[in-house]
Nanobody
Framework: QVQLVESGGGLVQAGGSLRLSCAASGRTFGIYDVGWFRQAPGKEREFVGAISWTDSTYYVNSVKGRFTISRDNAKNLVYLQMNTLKPEDTAVYYC?????????????????WGQGTQVTVSS
C-alpha cells in the first residue's frame, strides 16, 4: 500500500515557475512508476508526465521542454518542476503510483493517487 500527498501548488503569473512535490509512504517506493496528471475545470483528467522506476521520463507534448520530473527515492519524493507556465496549465495536479510494467500514460493503470494540489496560472 502506498499513500501519496502532493504539495507545492499555488498562484503564479504566466511565465513563472512552480515545483510540485509528491511525498510517498512505504519503504519500497523506488520500485513504483510515478505519474503526474492534471484536471482542469470541466475537463477530464489528463496525463502530464511520468518517471519510471528505472528513472526514465515521459511527457505529454504540451509540456515537453517546460516540465521536468525527478525523484529522490531515499526521501520517497517525486518532483514536478514546472517552468514557463501558461494559463492553460491551470488545473489540479495529481501524482499517482503503480507497479511496473505497463503504459505510463494510461490513467487506469495507476493504483494509488494523491489528493491533488491546485495550480493557477494568471495571464
Amino acid at each position: 500500500q502506498v499513500q501519496l500527498v502532493e504539495s507545492g501548488g499555488g498562484l503564479v503569473q504566466a511565465g513563472g515557475s512552480l515545483r510540485l512535490s509528491c511525498a510517498a509512504s512505504g519503504r519500497t517506493f523506488g520500485i513504483y512508476d510515478v505519474g503526474w496528471f492534471r484536471q482542469a475545470p470541466g475537463k477530464e483528467r489528463e496525463f502530464v508526465g511520468a518517471i519510471s522506476w528505472t528513472d526514465s521520463t515521459y511527457y505529454v507534448n504540451s509540456v515537453k521542454g517546460r516540465f521536468t520530473i525527478s525523484r529522490d527515492n531515499a526521501k520517497n519524493l517525486v518532483y514536478l518542476q514546472m517552468n514557463t507556465l501558461k494559463p492553460e496549465d491551470t488545473a489540479v495536479y495529481y501524482c499517482a503510483a503503480r507497479a511496473p510494467p505497463g503504459r505510463l500514460w494510461r490513467i487506469d493503470e495507476y493504483d494509488y493517487w494523491g489528493q491533488g494540489t491546485q495550480v493557477t496560472v494568471s495571464s
